[in-house]
């Protein structure tokens, strides 16, 4: 995919398939960084930040099929429903403070994170959508803004819960895959793997029932998901799924839950792993794109009106 000579966004592409060549590829050419690939997610009591460790034993006893409920209702978009309007940039403003607890690979503002996100997959010639995307994927952290420190929310304190914003997620309402999930150990906290409804293999799903009927831990992924399309935007199906299951780890990184998939996931789940490519190794602390961020906004701001994502939205 190429842009043209004045910078102007390239056709969306959403009719590619994920067989393309020039969508597969070395994840090395992605790197900004000498990071060693054993260095990225190292998921240890002994090894990552205290802050992490806390993070998904947090996660882990928190997050339960009563949980996700309870966060569906709060941030329901039905019938008009919504929480605050704002544009896109006035949501990038909120977050510029925001840091991720649950991530071991960057302690710098999510708003840095977009960027050599979205820049990172603009500089591989993918389509504009898929760029776009880049720049909106963490984009539903912006819950914090109405959370709390019980609900997991607490975006403001520095030290604050965040468990039901960020972290890898799994799904709730059947047992927690040991091998695919980080921090195992911490499981048998979970009150619903005490629960005989939740506790088993297929809990309450259906075998093959698919992807999208799955209840993963409530976080950004599920809420910016549920926005966009209440939003109405253009973006097409395989960019939505990227943001709705990126953070969905033991689902297309480990291998979990090909029981609960149909066959149409399997191609879902390539598109998932080429955008994890560029979510997980452009992530480096000295590639601080802030400094440019007046001169990369143009070519965003019309990738926004493109896919229907410019003036006042429903948060």
């Not at 969508?23 to 002994?46: C, M, P, S, W």
């Not at 802030?290 to 410019?310: A, G, I, W």
Request: with cysteine; aromatic share 12%; hydrophobic share 30%.
């Amino acid at each position: 995919m190429q842009f043209s000579k004045n910078n102007e966004p390239a056709e969306s592409g959403a009719n590619l398939s994920i067989a393309d060549p020039k969508l597969n590829g070395d994840h090395e050419g992605i790197k900004t960084n000498n990071k060693a690939d054993e260095d990225f997610r190292v998921y240890k009591q002994e090894e990552s930040p205290s802050r992490v460790v806390e993070h998904y034993r947090d996660m882990r006893r928190y997050q339960t099929v009563e949980f996700y409920k309870k966060m569906e209702k709060k941030y329901d978009f039905s019938n008009g429903k919504y929480r605050r309007l704002m544009t896109i940039e006035e949501a990038f403003a909120e977050l510029e403070n925001y840091v991720d607890a649950s991530d071991p690979d960057l302690d710098l503002p999510n708003m840095l994170h977009l960027l050599q996100t979205a820049e990172g997959i603009r500089r591989a010639g993918h389509p504009d959508w898929l760029q776009l995307t880049g720049l909106l994927h963490d984009m539903g952290k912006i819950m914090f803004l109405w959370g709390t420190g019980e609900d997991g929310q607490d975006g403001y304190n520095p030290t604050g819960k965040q468990w039901a914003l960020g972290g890898d997620t799994f799904v709730v309402g059947c047992s927690i895959p040991r091998e695919a999930v980080v921090f195992p150990e911490f499981n048998s906290l979970n009150p619903d793997m005490s629960d005989p409804r939740y506790n088993t293999k297929y809990g309450i799903y259906d075998q093959h029932c698919g992807i999208d009927n799955l209840m993963f831990a409530w976080g950004h992924d599920e809420y910016m998901y549920r926005m966009l399309v209440a939003n109405d935007t253009t973006i097409p199906q395989e960019g939505l799924d990227m943001i709705r299951y990126h953070s969905a780890y033991p689902w297309h990184d480990k291998g979990a839950y090909k029981h609960l998939m149909k066959p149409e996931d399997e191609e879902r789940i390539q598109w998932v792993q080429l955008f994890n490519r560029f979510d997980l190794y452009t992530k480096d602390g000295d590639n601080d794109l802030r400094c440019s961020q007046e001169s990369l906004l143009p070519y965003y701001r019309k990738l926004l009106q493109k896919y229907n994502l410019d003036g006042k939205l429903k948060w």
